[in-house]
């Protein structure tokens, strides 16, 4: 992944509310930043905020 992608899914994240955040483990947002592909749990728990192509 190249830094400009890298720097927008930081931004993605960090404009995620706080509770949504907290709600993450630290394997999960290592996954949102920098998997190819996420598994169905984090979709699940991002489904307010993700659109899946």
């Known amino acids: 992944m190249d830094k400009k992608a890298q720097k ?3 931004k993605a994240f960090d404009s995620l509310p706080p509770a ?3 709600c993450l483990s ?3 947002k290592q996954l949102f930043l920098t998997a190819d592909q996420w598994p ?4 699940q ?3 307010e ?5």
Do not use: G, H, S, Y
């Not at 169905?40 to 979709?43: G, I």
């Not at 905020?49 to 192509?53: C, L, P, Q, T």
């Open 8 to 10: 927008e899914r930081q």
């Open 20 to 22: 949504i955040r907290d």
């Open 26 to 28: 630290p394997e999960e």
């Open 40 to 43: 169905d749990e984090l979709f």
């Open 45 to 47: 728990k991002l489904d």
């Open 49 to 53: 905020f993700i659109i899946r192509e």
